[in-house]
């Protein structure tokens, strides 16, 4: 339900997965919500569905320092008051150890997770230190937090963000703006299969045998977070699927003992 307007909130990566319905879901709650990606097409699409609440499209890509600050600046007037940064764009490509890693792939993955979300941060932040209050929201991943095998830059981009988050509360100390890190786990949206190289088959095998979380799940995460009242900072949140102990490892299926164990005397 549509509670009137609650604040302006930009969400970056929100053509698809955790960006589409966290859109969706704080303006089903009253936000006036900015919604930028790089994808025109899927940006129509979002806003066509949610045609009776404040949803407006931006197009970009947030690497593009020049070009975001270009269209921040353009922004309609009832857009222009920003209240709160959801920096949800990201991605992941490749599970090639470091040793074979492949150069564009982390490239892209730095130039996205890391420079993209301080080129939002730069941008938006001091309007918020201006106005005295607000939030950030940064998407980070419980790869930043555990190792596995393959995860390597993509999981260094995450523990950049982690550790940005707790930096950023440190130095936003009395200004009245908060920041929160989400680290989700395992969630079927199109990560998987972007980091595949669109190899769908591949992609569904990422969450065989499991019930892995979905972009719902991270949307209402990043609701509670903003609707905390103002002297309460969630500073992390970690959510993984109940079959997912840690990382993106899993633990095997329990089998019952085919013999008898035989003991040793003492």
Not at 174 to 187: D, E, L, M
Request: hydrophobic fraction near 40%.
């Amino acid at each position: 339900m549509n509670n009137g307007n609650r604040g302006v909130v930009f969400v970056s990566g929100a053509s698809s997965g955790f960006g589409m319905r966290t859109t969706a879901l704080l303006a089903t709650e009253g936000y006036h919500v900015i919604a930028a990606a790089r994808h025109r097409d899927r940006l129509e699409d979002l806003c066509a569905k949610n045609t009776d609440l404040a949803v407006f499209p931006l197009e970009v890509d947030v690497r593009d320092r020049e070009g975001l600050a270009q269209s921040v600046h353009r922004l309609p007037a009832e857009f222009r008051d920003v209240s709160a940064v959801i920096n949800n764009a990201g991605l992941s490509k490749g599970f090639e150890p470091v040793q074979s890693g492949i150069w564009d792939n982390w490239r892209e993955m730095v130039e996205t997770n890391v420079v993209g979300l301080l080129n939002v941060t730069n941008l938006l932040l001091p309007r918020l230190v201006e106005r005295g209050s607000g939030h950030v929201v940064n998407v980070g991943s419980i790869a930043g937090n555990y190792p596995y095998l393959g995860g390597n830059v993509y999981a260094a981009t995450k523990a950049f963000v982690h550790q940005l988050t707790l930096n950023m509360r440190a130095d936003l100390h009395g200004t009245g703006v908060r920041a929160s890190c989400i680290a989700p786990g395992k969630a079927e949206t199109e990560f998987a299969l972007v980091r595949h190289g669109g190899n769908r088959e591949l992609a569904r095998e990422t969450y065989r045998g499991i019930t892995p979380l979905d972009a719902d799940d991270v949307a209402e995460a990043v609701s509670w977070c903003l609707s905390r009242p103002p002297h309460v900072n969630i500073t992390m949140i970690e959510i993984m699927p109940t079959d997912q102990p840690f990382s993106l490892g899993f633990v095997p299926p329990r089998t019952e003992p085919t013999g008898t164990a035989k003991g040793t005397d003492l």
